[in-house]
């Protein structure tokens, strides 16, 4: 069955970095464009950053360009998150999206919160 599981979040100060990971499985991962979201507490979820199956294509939040960046590793089914200069509006859960025949599936979250 097709797992999805994010890792790698916590608490940092303003101004910090994190690297986020999403190991996909149950699915042809490689095929697949991923895409990382975020939801804050009493906001919709809004999407941060996605990347085409083969890595050459990434779009990017405006709230999150020049400071994140999305990569991913398709021999190891995992898609990252590499997050820069953060802001205490960053603070929210992220969640990691694959889309498949079956249609989206969703990890858990990691939460990820910015404050000093």
């Known amino acids: 069955q097709v797992q999805v599981v994010e890792s790698g979040g916590g608490l940092v100060q303003p101004g910090g970095s994190l690297r986020l990971s999403c190991a996909a499985s149950g699915f042809t991962f490689s095929s697949a464009p991923m895409s990382w979201y975020r939801q804050a507490p009493g906001k919709e979820r809004e999407l941060v950053a996605r990347?085409?199956?083969?890595?050459?294509?990434?779009d990017y939040g405006d709230s999150v360009k020049g400071r994140f960046t999305i990569s991913r590793d398709n021999a190891k089914n995992t898609v990252y998150l590499q997050m820069n200069s953060l802001k205490p509006e960053d603070t929210a859960v992220y969640y990691c999206k694959a889309p498949t025949r079956s249609g989206d599936y969703w990890g858990q979250g990691t939460q990820v919160t910015v404050s000093s």
């Open positions: 990347i085409s199956s083969a890595g050459g294509y990434t």
